[in-house]
């Protein structure tokens, strides 16, 4: 293993491409992903890697020759944030049902308008009905990380499904943090050969991609991809510990910080959870029982792991970095809810939509959340089911 | 570094407050240290104020946001004095280092800080123009900045620094000497102490 260096959250994602050296990768630049796509360009022209770069005119084109590339049997990535994923759409969930194992760095931002640059996650949001399987990482760590853990659960034979790697922009992408990068024998070693089921170019296999697919069989189409998400569930473990062996850091669905005999506690999604952790270990200063879940798969949804996970849980708050517009809460929440809701616990359950567009949450404000859920416990009453957090009305 | 310390920067767009936050991280990461540097991204215009952070801690940094009391407050341009409230939440106790050719009780005044601040002054305009032949202030604040908290040995510093401008101006040697020179300069030029 490596030393620790200090870099940027692109950076590290870069590394980690490089490291991984795809057969193609075809990607677009857009704010705050760019430096990933600049990086790896760079990476390619110096002869460090042998990928084969596609520079494309779009995000819509970026996804179709990655599309393309891996259904020809080739490991291809791309990388992308907001409006570009939103551009890609058609072809993002063409991917995921034609069941390519292609793995996607998504740079959170917030998608448009009014026009913005900076981090939530209605860009990863709005992707979530796609059939993709969606990590969330709290730090350039946890995203390089995750993008090389991505390639063997995108890859699995079981699954077969891609899988979005997603990392908070600016707060993480242009932030320089220290990372232990793996030596790169040793990603060669885990990641292995690439091996595709199928490919469009082998003639000894001929294989169909992309066929019209009507009342007939659409329907099992689609509940095989179900399947892939629920052996994803299982994939997702074996791979995370087999990393643990490599590496000695942990990843499963999600990391448990000080909730064993925690009464109060929060959920939440990516950088937020580590400011959330240090208000934690505050609280617990005081002697007020807080912890938290730091949710790293949001897709497929470990509902059986988080009702054990919850059950001695008095009051959840529920962070949303992107709203629904269901007036019924964000994308979190209505999972947690409905994850909960014939559990047969008492968890009374609030919901904080916050951060959007980019806007700073820091540790007094993570202090003040856990606070009112300590309210709550305490008066047994939710005032407010559905909280915009630090907006002004 | 024992614990936590945050440093906010105040600069103009151009002057270079991102590379010099990253470079200090970078410094700091080098020597053991776990770091966090980043800048405030607004609509970025040359000469607009531009805020940026820098952590370090010799535990790891779980914190994801701004910096709300910082321990140190750097400002890379005199102008934004008055502009800008370069003291806003720094501190009990903390640091203030200005770049301005004025002496720190000259400035006194002006910011209206009292007694539980520590203010400093380096002329980093000059020191650069003449140690590296234009008006970059960025790099010897980290020399002021390096004496003002009693960090590293001088030596040690400048040879961590050397290593991080020889990859930034990769094989322009007098532009990482002229930087170094700036740098043990502003440390051993910073007023106040």
Known sequence: ?393 | MKGMFEIRWHGRGGQGSKTASILLAKIAAASGNYVQAFPEYGPERMGAPVLAYTRINNHPIHLHCQIEEPDLVVVLDPTLIGAVDVTANLSKGGDLIINSEKEPGQLKDTLGTGDDIKLFTVDANQISEEEIGRVFPNTPMLGAINKVINWLELTRFTELAGEELKRKFSGKAEVVFGNLRAIERAYQEVKGL
């Open chain 1, 1 to 393: 293993m490596s030393e620790q260096i200090a870099l940027t959250g692109n950076e590290a994602l870069a590394l980690a491409m490089k490291q991984i050296n795809p057969d193609v990768v075809a990607a677009y630049p857009i704010t705050p992903q760019t430096e990933v796509v600049q990086l790896f360009s760079q990476f390619v022209a110096d002869g460090v890697v042998d990928t084969e770069f596609v520079t494309v005119e779009s995000e819509h084109s970026a996804m179709s020759a990655t599309v393309g590339a891996s259904a020809g049997g080739a490991r291809a990535m791309t990388a992308t944030s907001a409006n570009g994923l939103a551009l890609m759409w058609e072809i993002v969930y063409i991917a995921a049902s034609t069941r390519l194992p292609i793995v996607m760095p998504v740079v959170n931002r917030a998608l448009s308008g009014p026009i913005n640059i900076h981090c939530d996650h209605s860009d990863a949001m709005g992707a979530r009905d796609s059939g993709w399987l969606q990590l969330f990482g709290e730090n350039a760590q946890a995203a390089y990380d995750n993008v090389i853990q991505a390639l063997r659960i995108a890859e699995h034979r079981d699954v077969m499904l891609p899988v979005m790697v997603n990392m908070d922009g600016f707060i993480i992408s242009h932030a320089v943090e220290n990372i232990k990068p793996l030596a790169d024998q040793d990603i060669r070693d885990f990641i292995g050969e690439y091996q595709p089921a199928y490919s469009l170019l082998d003639p000894d296999q001929t294989t169909t991609y992309g066929p019209l697919d009507l009342q007939d069989f659409y329907f099992e189409h689609k509940r095989q991809q179900v399947d892939g998400l629920e052996h994803a569930l299982e994939v997702v473990l074996d791979i995370g510990r087999e990393f643990y062996q490599l590496t000695g850091r942990d990843y499963g669905y999600f990391e448990k910080y000080r909730l064993d005999d925690a009464e109060i506690a929060l959920i939440g999604l990516a950088s937020t959870m580590g400011t959330a952790r240090e208000a934690v270990n505050n609280l617990r200063k005081e002697g007020i029982k807080a912890g938290l879940i730091n949710l790293r798969l949001f897709r497929p949804f470990p509902v059986q792991a988080l009702r054990e996970a919850l059950q001695d849980i008095k009051v959840l708050g529920v962070m949303d970095r992107a709203d629904t517009f269901s007036l019924n809460g964000g994308p979190l929440f209505g999972e947690i809810r409905n994850t909960l809701f014939d559990f047969g616990n008492k968890l009374k359950i609030v919901n904080y939509i916050y951060g959007l567009g980019g806007r700073d949450i820091n540790l007094s404000d993570l202090e003040g959340i856990f606070r009112q859920l300590l309210e709550v416990k305490e008066n047994g009453k939710v005032k407010q089911l559905v909280n915009y957090y630090g907006v002004r009305e």
